[in-house]
């Protein structure tokens, strides 16, 4: 695809990967607004006398630890010798934009954005945050349209961006005024130049460069504020050439580069996506993943194969790990290959239901901070100032009195079932507040931060609870796959040491993983999950939910193929995903590999009389390697923890 005519390019997902593929010298401006991280500095929200308090955070991406020196060489790399890169930055950035950027460029330099209408400062205490910095970068010959000295000031003036030309859903706290950008842009690129931002939000870049007759192409990471730019993206072309006689053919609206990006300029490039990624991460921790083991398995692998199939795909260590022209993965779990498709197909509810999963964990957060009044009551507990009625008591009316504020913590979820969260809240504050006071009695006291951190996972523990309670609704899994697949997800990431239980109704079971677990979040993972490497790795992918044996059968892979094969271990543990997997499949299993694959094949699992013997035939390679886990347990019988349990040795085995 050559047409050179494209106006611009709206991309949903990691620009750190996109940026990857865009050829060296090829963009004519750079024009972005990374976060600040200034909202971990953020006060919280501004009581104001007779009215709802204000909001003085920024929001949750401005809380991602952001480093400028990941960008700085990236954005050198693809600007034009006559190009220009400004960044939207702030007090705390801008030393560190200098520091990698200013002796990359033969000049720099700043300019300030003077907000005619700051949030207000209702107590005078300090200065109105009214100025915002744009680190400015360029080299000798670059574009620079100005006609006089008095527009050469590094000093511009405008209201914030105020209605209607501010959205209102989704709202974005940063969204800059066209006014302001069109200002930057005519000074420093000319008609049809390409102009650059990574870090898109809503789009108002594209929208004041499509109405200064430039091109443009913008990447932002959230499914939301991708939305609201392409739309006004489109708007603005709409605009643009409601009058004119043609209009361009090539507009790029997509998730992915399906185009070639040779077509941004005249160079050519033949840059596959990731090329120079040799390993990506897995899909997900999952009992016996092969992460660790990949340093035994990769070597072990054939040098060259066409396809690659797994019948026990798992969390995905080794289908992530290794490079094939088609990919054949299977599962007997419905709930993991439901994770795989959605992944796969992009699918928008589940992404929504799993960012607001994510939201809810930290709004819980949050709600402790809130609430210091928590720490003080088991101080007072503690003391003796009350007893373990007034502790319950307390607990119950506080529940009552803050319900609202509890179920406000699901933030944009269906407050399904809200009482059991309130019940929740209840149950685990009590039992939490007065365990703690005897595990004080009986070893010793704790430093107030382990106390707090105690009170935190209380809470945390609660929320879990509520999740684990809507993931076991059956209806909910008929009614919702979307929200059930992000239930899913959020019980993998949280349970108890990754431990998947089941009791006797078919219920899972397994506690919150604890105060190690208060801090985790799931936007890293769902942000992986987008990511163009990934996409491009799944996209080639046939999934399915199918017996091994019928899988295998339905696809047949051939001598040019490799398969790799992960079954559940030899062991009174053989059930598999609520599935049992017993000795007579495991011999179903080796007679077909071994009898009936043409292809060639690997497999892992742990040694015993039984699996030795399956495999111990003429023509078949077997290696060892030595696996040891640590494992962190506690039940009624045995209270010992981080036992640590060898199986040795567990085998490679391969024809």
């Known amino acids: ?195 650059f931002d990574p870090f898109m939000g809503v789009g108002s870049t594209g929208v004041a460069a499509l109405n200064l007759g430039r091109r443009y192409i913008g990447i932002d990471i959230s499914p939301i504020y991708y939305e609201a730019a392409k739309n006004r993206v489109n708007a603005a072309m709409n605009n643009l050439f409601s009058n004119a006689a043609y209009e361009p053919t090539a507009t790029y609206d997509t998730t992915r580069f399906l185009f070639d990006i040779s077509v941004l300029t005249s160079l050519q490039t033949k840059q596959a996506v990731c090329k120079h990624q040799t390993r990506l991460n897995p899909i997900l921790k999952w009992a016996g993943g092969k992460e660790k083991e990949l340093k035994y398995i990769l070597p072990n692998a054939p040098q060259t194969f066409r396809n690659y199939y797994e019948p026990f795909v798992g969390g995905g260590s080794v289908f992530t790990a290794l490079k094939a022209e088609r990919y054949y993965i299977n599962d007997l779990s419905d709930e993991l290959i439901s994770l795989y498709r959605k992944i796969q197909g992009k699918e928008q509810p589940f992404f929504e239901y799993a960012f607001a999963i994510d939201k809810a964990w930290g709004n819980a957060k949050t709600f402790f901070v809130q609430h210091k009044e928590l720490t003080e009551t088991y101080l007072a507990y503690k003391r003796g100032d009350k007893d373990r009625t007034d502790l319950q008591s307390y607990v119950c009316d506080f529940c009552k009195s803050h319900a609202e504020e ?164 030899d062991s009174e543990f053989s059930t598999y995903a609520q599935n049992e997997f017993t000795r007579a499949d495991q011999q179903r299993l080796a007679d077909f590999i071994i009898n009936k694959c043409p292809a060639k094949w690997m497999l892992v699992i742990k040694n015993t009389d039984f699996i030795y013997g399956l495999y111990n035939k003429k023509g078949i390679n077997i290696r060892t390697f030595d696996k040891e886990y640590l494992v962190s347990f506690m039940n009624r019988n045995n209270k010992k923890a981080g036992l640590r349990v060898k199986y040795t040795p567990k085998n490679v085995v391969m024809n």
């Open 1 to 195: 695809m050559n047409n050179t005519d494209w106006r611009k390019c709206v991309l949903l997902g990691d620009s750190k990967e996109y940026i990857k593929r865009i050829p060296d010298k090829s963009i004519d401006f750079i024009l972005t607004d990374p976060p600040y991280n200034i909202g971990k500095h953020s006060t919280g929200n501004i009581p104001l006398p007779g009215r709802s308090a204000m909001n003085n955070d920024v929001a949750d991406w401005d809380w991602v630890d952001f480093s400028p020196e990941e960008w700085a060489d990236e954005f050198i790399r693809i600007l034009k010798p006559t190009g220009n890169l400004f960044i939207f930055t702030s007090y705390n950035q801008i030393g560190r934009w200098y520091d990698c950027l200013d002796a990359k460029f033969d000049a720099s330099n700043f300019m300030i954005w003077h907000k005619t209408n700051p949030a207000p400062k209702i107590f005078k205490a300090g200065f109105l945050n009214s100025c915002e910095m744009i680190f400015t970068c360029w080299n000798k010959k670059h574009t620079w349209n100005f006609f006089s000295q008095a527009e050469m000031h590094n000093f511009l003036e405008s209201p914030i961006c105020m209605r209607p030309e501010r959205l209102a859903s989704p709202k974005h706290p940063a969204q800059k005024p066209l006014k302001i950008l069109e200002k930057l842009i005519t000074i420093a690129s000319n008609p049809n130049d390409i102009v």
């Open 406 to 569: 509890i179920r406000g913590m699901l933030g944009t979820l269906e407050p399904l079932h809200s009482k059991v969260l309130l019940d929740e809240i209840g149950k685990n504050l009590f039992r939490k507040l007065s365990r703690l006071r005897e595990l004080e009695r009986q070893k010793h006291e704790l430093p107030d931060a382990d106390i707090r951190d105690n009170v935190e996972t209380a809470i945390k523990s609660a929320l879990y609870m509520y999740f684990r309670y809507l993931y076991n609704d059956k209806q909910l899994k008929q009614d919702n796959p979307a929200y059930a697949s992000a239930l899913f997800l959020f019980i993998r990431n949280y349970a108890y040491s990754g431990m998947f239980r089941y009791n006797d109704k078919g219920e899972f079971n397994v506690p919150y993983g604890g105060i190690a677990y208060n801090s985790k979040s799931m936007e890293k993972k769902l942000r992986y999950y987008q990511s163009v490497c990934l996409l491009s790795h799944m996209e080639k992918a046939i999934i399915e939910n199918l017996d091994f044996e019928v899988f295998l059968r339905k696809h047949q892979p051939t001598a040019d193929d490799f398969v790799f094969l992960d079954p559940p271990y």
